[in-house]
């Protein structure tokens, strides 16, 4: 695999189900992000990693939980979400903060369904 | 944070015709401002981009103008194909990461 993956492509889940989404970067990149992309609001930040560390936290519910082991791991782990929390989650490296003027490499997305 | 507007939101054209979408910032600190070409179903791609020390910057058919005063920063395509059809996101960075645009939907029609 090149570039950045995430698994799984779609998840379907419970409003009391925990479930995990995991995203990897082969680009030796040192920071990771996390997006949640709907129609009302399109490519929404949610968590910010530079090296491991989270760096931005975009007032994102507590039921959002992002995990970052290492610098070619994300995880965001979910629990009690809500229908409204139904979008698709992108995951996004870049060779440095792109608040830097790093272009951002995204992932192919988790299309995440809350019954 | 800091906002970026996008317009239009929808943009329809004919096959060879230019197609212009405009973004503003709000973040005098940007200096830096890529768009994204996101096609149905697939992952935002970067298409171009441009940093502030230039005021327009052309790939092809694709070109950006930056007006830093104005803060506003525009993205045109000449010679409109059907596979420039797509979402089109404008970003200009902004504290750690960057901040998108809420997308222009563009159809080109044969």
């Known amino acids: 695999e090149t570039g950045v993956t995430q698994t799984p492509r779609h998840l379907v889940m419970g409003m009391t189900n925990k479930k995990s989404l995991k995203c990897e970067q082969h680009?030796?990149?040192?920071?990771m992000y996390w997006y949640k992309q709907s129609a009302k609001k399109p490519l929404e930040l949610m968590f910010v990693?530079?090296?491991?560390?989270?760096?931005e936290n975009n007032s994102v519910p507590s039921r959002f939980s992002p995990e970052c082991p290492n610098s070619s791991h994300l995880f965001l782990h979910l629990h009690t979400l809500q229908p409204e929390d139904s979008a698709l989650y992108l995951c996004?490296?870049?060779?440095?903060?792109?608040?830097?003027?790093?272009?951002?490499?995204f992932g192919p997305g988790t299309r995440l369904t809350v019954t | 944070g800091e906002n970026v507007e996008q317009h239009p939101s929808t943009l329809s054209v004919q096959e060879g015709d230019s197609a212009v979408i405009k973004c503003t910032y709000s973040?005098?600190?940007?200096?830096?401002f890529p768009w994204y070409k996101q096609e149905l179903g697939k992952r935002p791609q970067l298409i171009i981009d441009?940093?502030?020390?230039?005021g327009e910057k052309k790939d092809q058919r694709i070109a950006v103008t930056l007006n830093k005063t104005a803060k506003h920063f525009s993205l045109h395509i000449t010679e409109t194909q059907p596979e420039d059809s797509a979402v089109y996101f404008c970003?200009?960075?902004?504290?750690?990461?960057?901040?998108f645009g809420k997308g222009t939907s563009l159809l080109v029609t044969p």
């Open positions: 973040d005098s600190a940007s200096n830096y």
């Open positions: 441009i940093r502030s020390n230039v």
């Open positions: 680009l030796g990149h040192n920071a």
């Open positions: 996004a490296s870049s060779q440095e903060l792109a608040g830097a003027s790093y272009e951002q490499y």
């Open positions: 970003a200009a960075n902004s504290g750690y990461a960057l901040n």
């Open positions: 990693y530079s090296l491991e560390e989270r760096v």
